[in-house]
């Protein structure tokens, strides 16, 4: 199993009756699998992390089993209730699953989502391998309801997506009944309450310290008297890779930290070592209680994850010398790009002709941020698309005019831009919204949302409509437009940039891979080799379908006796058809192949 379909296998036989999340690379395929396999287990996708984790905490409220999965980002999303859920406790076992992703390989940040253990005082369990994420999962709710906690586990994508074999086991009957309790005190933060749960979590981390050092998920391995690891999680198995001989500290719950455990092994071990990816958040609350480690963050990089090979240097210094290369030829360079026929690339072209300065968001449209399209000015999370453009529109005042646009997908939208246009509409913006709705949460592999009329198991259900969204918030007249059209795209951007007023324009186009959407795709376009002039405009689209070709000598002219550098092509089997390249030839050399030219598709 991989260490997500684990993850979902721990929450079965834990007897979780209720999970819910907002998709995010490397945590989505937990509720995926859930959904899939699980299917007496209650699963939803929320519109974000927040109400994911409000609605475990209703369910916990009643006593079941809960699990909310996200990324490491979405806990921040989900950080106000979590802090004080911690105050508030559990009655049903309740686990917050973070799936952190060092190196960034598709995440906005590399943040360490230990320090939230910390921050908010609750435990967090580390697994190093999929069994220990099966076993973690359903130690986490027993601990969970042992210390009236939510408790937090911590995978990474190293964890999360790597298999290995898992022992399964029956499902368990939880000891809790679901039912209606009431316990004001308890479940209601006011701050007389909140006070004195306060003092409750305080006395709740020493126990959990307590347990900690009988934990058998923190073992010693006592090999080389001389050196030792203290380690957790992946760090581990990077270590013991390079170092099968040295004694090792590995640390299955890295919140609260077992101090007496900690200084048994100081005194076994003659020089030890903390390896771990990130922060260095071991090393120092190790250091805190008053060890000294012989080596830690001044041996190990701060960024990007760790592997055998730095560890292996960070603990030879000098003596280390790198292996061969396995592979002496680089790999070509292949930047993320957006789609053939990928519904953003039209409306991109059209806002970069317009030069405007377009305040990004998250999703497949980000990568509008690189060449050739270079659209895309700035993002930093879910939502502030919407919000900054706002900002940068009042702080410009008229010089701004017709110059400021924000960019949003319609899961993104939905997840943390309704705030951002409300607001957009009641301080009156003159900044234009764009909504990219390709119908899915494209980015993070085509899940549903509020938006899409589908709910995670594939049931249909209720569809926002964006358009009369945009009007209650404040929007006078939303449009739409076919983003393959870019004649209709640009006067409609035009008209809504010239706009005082607050604006939205609603792109509506589905997902290339949306198969659902879909009736047919087009024929594939063609270039005309005698026509074409090598101007590029077309492969300044960056559409993977289109490539580029330098000519020499008699190829160096096209038939009506143009020079030329080189000429552009097409590779049917990558064109699903959608004409923006027909479009945006200025010397005819790009031929549909339908009966008449068809900007869009034939959608279901
Ligand atoms: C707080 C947070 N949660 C989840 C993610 C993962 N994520 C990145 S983009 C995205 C949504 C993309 O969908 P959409 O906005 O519809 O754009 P598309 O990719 O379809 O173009 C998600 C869920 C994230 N980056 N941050």
Redesign the pocket.
Same mark, same amino acid.
């Given at each position: 199993m991989s260490g997500n379909e684990a993850i979902a296998r721990g929450a079965f036989e834990a007897g979780v009756r209720v999970a819910a999340a &907002?998709?995010?690379?490397p945590s989505t395929e937990i509720l995926e699998t859930i959904a899939q396999e699980y299917k007496n287990i209650y699963a939803e996708w929320s519109p $974000?992390?927040k109400v994911a984790l409000e609605v475990v905490f209703g369910a916990s409220l009643a006593g079941a089993r809960t699990m909310a999965s %996200?990324?490491h980002?979405?806990v $921040?999303?989900a950080a106000d209730p979590f802090m004080t859920l911690s105050y508030v406790g559990v009655c049903g076992g309740l686990v917050l699953v973070t799936a952190d992703d060092p190196e960034l390989y598709s995440?906005?940040n590399e943040q360490d989502n230990r320090n939230y253990a910390k921050f908010a005082k609750v435990p967090m369990f580390e697994p190093s391998d999929s069994q220990e994420a099966k076993d973690f999962i359903k130690l986490g709710f027993e601990v969970s309801e042992k210390f009236d906690t939510p408790v937090m586990v911590r995978s990474v994508t190293r964890i999360s997506h790597a298999k290995g074999i898992v022992e399964l086991q029956d499902p368990v009957i939880p000891p809790v009944t679901v039912e209606i309790r009431k316990d004001t005190a308890k479940y209601t933060m006011l701050p007389s309450f909140a006070r004195i749960r306060h003092g409750v979590v305080e006395e709740r981390l020493l126990k959990l310290k307590e347990f900690g050092e009988q934990f058998p998920g923190n073992r010693m391995e006592i090999n080389d008297p001389e050196i030792g690891i203290i380690t957790a999680g992946i760090s581990y198995q990077y270590s013991k890779e390079v170092f099968p001989n040295y004694s090792y500290l590995k640390l299955g719950m890295v919140w609260p930290l077992p101090k007496n455990l900690i200084g048994e092994f100081f005194k076994k071990v003659k020089k030890v070592y903390i390896v771990e990816e990130l922060d260095p958040f071991l090393e120092e609350n190790i250091k805190a209680m008053g060890f000294k480690p012989r080596g830690g963050k001044d041996r190990f990089p701060m960024c990007g994850e760790l592997n055998p090979f730095n560890v292996e240097k960070g603990m030879l210094g000098k003596k280390f010398k790198a292996p061969k290369p396995v592979f002496d030829e680089a790999l070509p360079p292949r930047p993320p790009n957006l789609c053939p026929g990928c519904p @953003?690339r039209g409306i991109f072209y059209v806002l970069r002709k317009l030069k405007v300065f377009a305040a990004g968001?998250?999703? /497949? &449209?980000t990568l509008g941020a690189y060449p050739p399209l270079s659209v895309i000015n700035s993002n930093i /999370?879910?939502g502030s698309s919407i919000s900054s453009a706002h900002g940068m529109a009042k702080a410009l005042g008229e010089k701004g005019k017709g110059k400021i646009v924000g960019v949003?997908?319609?899961?993104?939208?939905l @997840?943390g831009g309704v705030h951002p246009l409300m607001n957009s509409g009641y301080n009156k913006s003159y900044a234009t919204n764009i909504i990219?709705d $390709?119908s899915?949460?494209? %980015?993070?592999g085509s899940q549903e @949302?509020p938006g899409t009329g589908y709910n995670l198991r594939g049931e249909k259900t209720h569809k926002v409509d964006l358009i009369e969204l945009g009007r209650v918030l404040g929007i006078e007249n939303p449009r739409k437009v076919n983003p393959w059209n870019l004649e209709e795209t640009e006067k409609v951007v035009k008209e809504e940039l010239e706009q005082d007023s607050p604006s939205l324009i609603v792109s509506q186009g589905p /997902?290339m891979l949306l198969r659902r959407a879909f009736k047919k795709y087009n024929k594939p376009l063609v270039i005309d080799s005698t026509k074409c002039v090598g101007c590029k405009t077309c492969v300044n689209l960056g559409c993977a379908a289109i490539s580029y070709q330098p000519v020499e000598g008699e190829m160096a002219v096209t038939a009506d006796g143009k020079k030329r550098k080189g000429i552009a092509s097409i590779e049917t089997s990558l064109c699903p058809g959608c004409h923006v390249c027909f479009q945006v030839c200025k010397v005819g050399a790009i031929r549909s192949q339908e009966e008449k030219p068809i900007f869009g598709f034939e959608t279901a």
């Open positions: &907002y998709p995010g690379t $974000n992390e %996200m990324k980002v979405g $921040n999303v995440s906005q @953003h968001d998250i999703g /497949c &449209y /999370c879910m949003i997908g319609d899961s993104t939208f @997840h990219l $390709n899915t949460t494209g %980015m993070t @949302h /997902c």
